[in-house]
C-alpha cells in the first residue's frame, strides 16, 4: 500500500525584546539561574501583568510579511496544567482569538517548485522556566530566566508531505524572521524551535490519520530526522494492525528515535478562559500603518531580483541572501565595482566566507569593507593583477594592510605585461630545460604546462597566464622551424 505522510509544524520564536511579555524583567540570555525573573514571572500575588507593546509590534510586522490577517481585538487567555516550570500553574497565551489568522508562506523546492503553504494562526505567549537535571540523586533544579519571556508561536496547515518540504518551510520561516529583526533565529539557544505533527494514511484517503507531535526540535536536521522516523513507526504499526495514539513525543537525537512523553491533551483538558488581569490587545490602523513601513524587503523577494537583476545562479543568490546583512554587504560591492556580478559573488562566497569562518567573525564584522573589496575585484578586472596575486592582496587588506591599491603599488604586485621581460624568462628557462624541450618536440604537449607554471614561478606569480600562454607557445614554435 502506498502511503501519503501530513506534517503540521508549530514554530515558537523568541522574540526580540529587551524585557519580558508581561513584566520588565530582562530578556538576556545565558545571566546565572534565576537572577532575571521577577515577582510577576515567579506567579507570586500582588502584581498585574502589562503586555509588551514591541512584542504585539513585532506580532503585527509578522503578519503583515506572510500577508495574514491581523485581528485588532485579539485577547489573552489562560492554559491551565501542571509543571514545575510553571509557577502560576496557568500559562498566558491567545487561544479562540488570536493576534494572526490566515497567512501564507512561500517554499522553495529543489525540483524549482514553488509551493504557498497556510499559516492558520500565530498568537502571542510566554515561555515558561526550564528544568535543569543536576544529575544528582535524580535531582531537578528550575531556572526561572525564561518564564515569561515573549514567544510567537506560528502554526502551519497541515499541508506538508515530507521531511523535504517541512525542512523548506522551517528555513524560509527562520530566514524570515530574522530580516524582520523580531528574533535572532539562535536555534541553539532556542530562540527558534519546532514541535511536529505528523499523520499518515493510505494515498487517496480523504481524512487524516491519527497524529503524533514531537515537541522541541531546535535543528533543521533533528525535523528530518524525527519525522522521517515518526513514519516509519506509524506505517509498521498499522501494517501490524496496532493503533497509533495520539501523544505528546521526543525526539532523542543520540537514538534517531521518539518516545512517548505523555497522552495529548485535549483543549478542553486546559480549562481555557480569557486572562481577566489583561486588556484586549488592540491595534489601531496606524499602528499597522507603521509596521508596514518598517518591513523591508522580504527575503524571497530580494532573491528572486538577485536572480533577475545581478544575473546571478539561483544557488549563489540563495546564499547571498541568507542573510540581510551579506545582501547588503553584496550590494554595496557593487556599487564601487566594475568587476561582473559574478565575480563578486564568487569571492565573497569563496574567499570572505572562507576567512570570516576561519577567524569566527560575523559579515558586519568582517575586516574588509565593501569598498575595500570592490578596490580588490576592480584591481582584477583590469587585469592590475592576476587572481592568485588578487588572494595575496586580500589577505594583506584583511590583516590591516591598508588599501588595495597602495599595497599592490608598494609590494609592486602589478601583473607583469612587459613581453621583453617575459621573453627573458623564456629564454632564461629553455636554457636549462633541454630534455623537456626535446619531449616536447617528441609529441608530450603535457610538458607545456611545466613552461607554464615555471614562468608564473619566476615571475611570482605576477605574469599574465594569458600572455605566457601565447608567447610560450610562439618560442616553441621557432624552435621547431
Ligand atoms: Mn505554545
Redesign the pocket.
Known amino acids: 500500500m502506498a502511503w501519503e505522510t501530513t506534517i503540521g509544524l508549530?514554530v515558537?520564536i523568541q522574540l526580540k525584546t529587551n524585557s519580558k511579555l508581561f513584566s520588565t524583567a530582562s530578556t538576556v540570555y545565558g545571566a546565572d539561574p534565576n537572577t532575571q525573573a521577577c515577582s510577576l514571572d515567579l506567579g507570586l500575588p500582588g502584581l498585574l501583568p502589562v503586555a509588551n507593546q514591541k512584542a504585539i509590534d513585532m506580532a503585527v510586522r509578522f503578519g503583515l510579511s506572510v500577508a495574514a490577517n491581523i485581528d485588532q481585538c485579539s485577547f489573552f487567555s489562560r492554559k491551565h496544567y501542571w509543571y514545575p516550570d510553571l509557577p502560576k500553574g496557568y500559562q498566558i497565551?491567545q487561544h479562540s482569538r488570536p493576534i494572526i489568522k490566515n497567512g501564507q508562506l512561500p517554499i522553495s523546492l529543489s525540483n524549482g517548485e514553488t509551493r504557498f503553504i497556510n499559516i492558520e494562526r500565530a498568537h502571542l505567549?510566554e515561555d515558561a522556566g526550564k528544568l535543569l537535571h543536576h544529575g544528582f540523586h535524580g535531582n531537578a533544579a528550575v531556572d526561572f530566566n525564561r518564564a515569561g519571556t515573549a514567544?510567537l508561536?506560528i502554526v502551519s496547515a497541515p499541508e506538508l508531505h515530507s521531511p523535504e518540504e517541512a525542512v523548506a518551510y522551517l528555513k524560509t520561516l527562520h530566514r524570515l524572521v530574522r530580516y524582520l529583526d523580531i528574533c535572532d533565529g539562535n536555534m541553539q539557544e532556542g530562540s527558534f524551535r519546532c514541535d511536529v505533527n505528523v499523520s499518515i494514511r493510505p494515498t487517496g484517503q480523504t481524512e487524516l490519520g491519527t497524529r503524533t507531535e514531537t515537541k522541541n526540535l531546535n535543528s533543521f536536521r533533528f525535523v528530518e530526522r524525527a519525522i522521517i522516523y515518526e513514519v516509519q513507526r506509524q506505517i509498521a504499526l498499522t501494517k501490524q494492525n496496532e493503533p497509533i495514539h495520539q501523544e505528546t513525543r521526543l525526539f532523542n537525537p543520540d537514538t534517531g528515535k521518539t518516545y512517548t512523553l505523555r497522552s495529548k491533551e485535549d483543549a478542553e483538558d486546559y480549562a481555557y478562559f480569557p486572562d481577566p488581569d489583561l486588556l484586549p490587545i488592540t491595534i489601531t490602523d496606524s499602528s499597522i500603518a507603521q509596521e508596514k513601513e518598517k518591513l523591508p524587503e522580504l527575503p524571497w523577494v530580494k532573491q528572486a531580483r538577485f536572480i533577475k537583476d545581478h544575473h546571478l545562479n539561483p544557488d549563489d543568490a540563495q546564499i547571498l541572501t541568507a542573510q540581510r546583512a551579506t545582501a547588503d554587504y553584496f550590494e554595496e560591492t557593487l556599487q564601487y565595482c566594475q568587476a561582473d556580478e559574478q565575480l563578486v559573488a564568487h569571492w565573497i562566497i569563496g574567499e570572505l566566507f572562507a576567512a570570516l569562518h576561519k577567524a569566527h567573525l560575523s559579515i558586519n564584522n568582517s575586516p574588509i569593507n565593501p569598498q575595500q573589496l570592490a578596490k580588490l575585484l576592480n584591481r582584477l578586472h583590469d587585469t592590475t593583477i592576476s587572481n592568485k596575486i588578487a588572494k595575496i592582496v586580500f589577505e594583506a587588506v584583511w590583516n590591516g594592510k591598508g588599501d588595495p591599491d597602495a599595497i599592490i603599488e608598494e609590494k609592486g604586485l602589478q601583473q607583469i605585461t612587459d613581453n621583453s621581460l617575459l621573453e627573458r624568462c623564456i629564454n632564461e628557462l629553455f636554457a636549462r630545460s633541454e630534455p623537456q624541450i626535446a619531449e616536447y618536440k617528441a609529441g608530450n604537449k603535457k610538458v607545456f604546462t611545466y613552461f607554464v607554471g615555471q614562468i608564473m614561478k619566476a615571475t611570482q606569480g605576477k605574469a599574465n597566464p594569458a600572455q605566457v600562454n601565447l608567447l610560450l607557445r610562439e618560442k616553441l614554435r621557432e624552435l621547431y622551424t
Request: charged content about 50%.
Open positions: 508549530e515558537h497565551t505567549e514567544l508561536e
